[in-house]
C-alpha cells in the first residue's frame, strides 16, 4: 500500500508535456504545473494565433503569461528524486546487459523509457493517448536533439537532417520543412520502387544467366554433334578414296593381265616359229653336206616347196616403257582436283566458324574510332572487271579508261555494265571507306549477280542481290529498282560503308571531320556479300579504296 502511494505522489510531480519529473517547475494561474521549457516551447507554436492556453485543461489566456519558477515545488521534486533513486537502487541490478533502464527509475532523461510499473500511468494519462510506443531500443538516444534534448519529429529538406520542433525556430527557421515520418514515407516509396527496380533487374539478369546456361549446353552439344558428323563425313571421304584407290589398283590389274596374256600368246607363236625355222636350219646344213648331186636336187625341190609356204610373223619394235604412265597422270589431276575443292571447303568452313556468335549482339558503333575497329582491307577482282576498267594500286583504285584491257574471260566478268567486285568475302562486321570522283554507284552485293548483258536489271542496285548508293551532286539509293531513292546533297568525295552481315546491318556514312549518316538498310542477308563499285563510262572517273589504321 505505501508503495501505491508512493507511486501516486510521484505521479503529482510528472510533467504532462514531457512525461518526466518537473524540470524547473512553473505553475499557472489555472494550477497546473509544467517544466518551464516545454510550456515555454508549447506556447512557442501557438504564438500566430495570438492565445495561449493550458495543454491539460485548455484554459485560454490572451496575452502570454510571465513564467517563473515555482521554488517550493522545485525543493519536493529534487527531493522525490534523490528518494526514488534510494529506493531504486536495487532494482538496477536487476537489468540485463542488453536491457534498456527505465528513465523514470534512473531519473534519466531520454526519448523516454519505461520499466513496466511506470509504464500503466504513463498509458492512463488522457494526454499521453496519441504518444506512439515502440520497442525498447538502446539507441533512444540518437533520436534526441542534442541541442534542446527533444525528440527528433521533424525533418529539414534544406539540410536534409532530422530536428525537433525547437530547431524549427532556431538555427533552421525559414528552411524547408515536413514531419519526420512524412519524409519517411516519401522516401520509404522511392525505396520501394528503387528495390522494385533492382529486383526486376536481378530477375532479368538471373533469366539471362539461365539462358546463358542453355546457350552453352546448345553450344556444347551442337559443336559435339558437327564434331561427330564432320568424322563421319571425312570417313566416308577416306572410304571413298581408299575404295578409288582400290578399284583403279584392281583395274590396273586386270589390264595388265589381260595385256600380259596376249604378249605371252605371241610368245609362244613366235618360240613356235622359232623352233620350224632352227629345224628347218639343220635341216639345210645336212644338205649342204650331201655328196650326191641326185640327192641334193631332190632335197632342194622339196625343200623350196615347204618354204614358200612358210608365213612372215609381225614385226616388233622396243616402246617407252609408259604403258600406265597416263593412268598415273589422270589420278594426278584427281588428287589436284580433290585438294582444291577441299581448300575451297576449308574456306567455306572457315568462314562458317566466324559466324558462329553465341553472345547477343553488340551495340552499333557510335564514333569513326569504334568503326575503324572493325575496317577491313578491299581490293578487286580482276576476274569479275569491265574490260575498260583499269585496276591500279595493288587493285584498290579502279579507273575507267577508253582502251580495252587484256583481260582472259571468265565466267563472272561483267561484260555490259561497267562494274567490278572486290575479291574479300565479306561476313561479320566490316567496315571500308573510299574516295570517289565522277558519277559513281558504290556497292555490296552477293556473288550471283548477273554479269552479261546490258539489261536495266543488271547495274548495281537494280535488283534483289545488290544495293547501291549513287553518288553525283545528290546522294541516291538503289535495291531492286532503277529509280533512285534521292537522299541529300553530295557533302565528301569520301564515303565510309558499314556492314553487319549477321545483324542485317548496312550503313553508308559521309565521311568529313565527322560523320553523318547517309542511308542506313536493316535487311537479312542470305549469301556473303562483296563490295562493288560501278561506273557510267565517263573516262576518268575513279573509285579509290583507303588505307585504315
Not at 604378249?263 to 623352233?275: G, M, P
Not at 546491318?505 to 542506313?520: E, G, P, W
Request: hydrophobic fraction near 30%; charged fraction near 25%.
Amino acid at each position: 500500500m505505501a508503495h501505491k502511494d508512493n507511486q501516486l505522489d510521484q505521479e503529482r510531480f510528472f510533467c504532462s508535456i514531457c512525461l518526466d519529473l518537473l524540470k524547473v517547475p512553473v505553475a499557472l494561474l489555472c494550477g497546473h504545473s509544467y517544466c518551464m521549457d516545454c510550456i515555454k516551447s508549447h506556447w512557442d507554436t501557438e504564438d500566430g494565433k495570438k492565445i495561449y492556453s493550458c495543454p491539460q485543461c485548455r484554459e485560454t489566456f490572451y496575452q502570454r503569461p510571465l513564467l517563473r519558477k515555482n521554488t517550493m515545488l522545485a525543493d519536493l521534486v529534487e527531493e522525490l528524486k534523490k528518494t526514488k533513486l534510494e529506493a531504486s537502487g536495487a532494482d538496477h541490478c536487476y537489468a540485463g546487459p542488453e536491457d534498456v533502464a527505465c528513465d523514470v527509475c534512473t531519473g534519466r532523461k531520454q526519448e523516454t523509457s519505461y520499466c513496466g510499473k511506470h509504464l500503466q500511468p504513463h498509458l492512463n494519462s488522457p494526454s499521453s493517448k496519441k504518444d506512439k510506443m515502440v520497442d525498447p531500443s538502446k539507441h533512444l538516444q540518437e533520436n534526441i536533439c542534442p541541442n534542446h534534448g527533444e525528440k527528433m519529429m521533424v525533418f529539414c529538406r534544406t539540410d536534409q537532417q532530422c530536428i525537433c520542433h525547437i530547431c524549427i525556430l532556431d538555427q533552421h527557421k525559414g528552411h524547408a520543412t515536413v514531419s519526420a515520418a512524412t519524409e519517411r514515407t516519401q522516401k520509404q516509396q522511392k525505396l520501394e520502387l528503387s528495390q522494385h527496380h533492382i529486383q526486376c533487374r536481378i530477375l532479368d539478369k538471373e533469366n539471362n544467366a539461365t539462358l546463358l546456361d542453355r546457350e552453352v549446353k546448345a553450344v556444347d552439344d551442337a559443336a559435339n554433334r558437327a564434331v561427330k558428323d564432320s568424322e563421319k563425313i571425312f570417313t566416308e571421304l577416306v572410304s571413298a578414296l581408299k575404295k578409288g584407290c582400290c578399284d583403279v589398283a584392281q583395274q590396273i590389274e586386270s589390264q595388265q593381265k589381260s595385256e600380259v596374256s596376249r604378249v605371252r600368246e605371241l610368245q609362244e607363236q613366235l618360240q613356235k616359229e622359232i623352233d620350224e625355222l632352227k629345224r628347218k636350219d639343220d635341216q639345210l646344213k645336212q644338205l649342204s653336206h650331201t655328196q650326191s648331186d641326185n640327192q641334193f636336187l631332190l632335197a632342194c625341190q622339196s625343200l623350196s616347196i615347204d618354204c614358200s609356204q612358210s608365213t612372215n610373223s609381225p614385226t616388233f619394235k622396243a616402246g617407252p616403257l609408259s604403258y600406265f604412265d597416263d593412268v598415273t597422270s589422270a589420278v594426278s589431276q584427281v588428287r589436284w582436283k580433290v585438294l582444291n575443292v577441299l581448300s575451297e571447303a576449308d574456306a567455306d568452313i572457315s568462314t562458317a566458324l566466324a559466324q558462329v556468335d553465341v553472345l547477343l549482339p553488340q551495340p552499333e558503333p557510335n564514333n569513326r574510332a569504334d568503326f575503324l575497329k572493325y575496317s577491313t582491307k578491299i581490293t578487286m577482282d580482276p576476274n569479275t572487271a569491265h574490260s575498260n576498267l583499269l585496276l591500279t594500286d595493288d587493285n584498290r583504285k579502279v579507273t575507267v579508261v577508253a582502251e580495252t584491257q587484256p583481260y582472259s574471260f571468265h565466267p563472272d566478268r561483267f561484260t555490259g555494265w561497267c562494274q567490278v567486285l572486290s575479291g574479300e568475302k565479306l561476313t561479320g562486321r566490316c567496315y571500308w571507306e573510299l574516295e570517289w570522283r565522277g558519277v559513281v554507284r558504290i556497292a555490296v552485293s552477293y556473288r550471283s549477280i548477273e554479269g552479261e548483258g546490258n539489261a536495266p536489271e543488271c547495274p548495281f542496285g537494280a535488283n534483289k542481290e545488290s544495293w547501291a548508293l549513287g553518288c553525283d551532286s545528290t546522294y541516291s539509293f538503289y535495291y531492286n529498282s532503277t529509280v533512285p531513292e534521292c537522299l541529300v546533297p553530295v557533302s565528301s568525295s569520301r564515303v565510309g560503308v558499314y556492314l553487319d552481315h549477321k545483324a542485317g546491318v548496312l550503313s553508308f556514312f559521309s565521311i568529313t571531320d565527322t560523320m553523318t549518316l547517309i542511308r542506313r538498310v536493316q535487311t537479312k542477308f542470305t549469301q556473303p556479300l562483296y563490295a562493288g563499285v560501278g561506273f557510267y563510262f565517263s573516262y576518268g572517273e575513279t573509285v579509290e579504296f583507303c588505307e585504315l589504321n
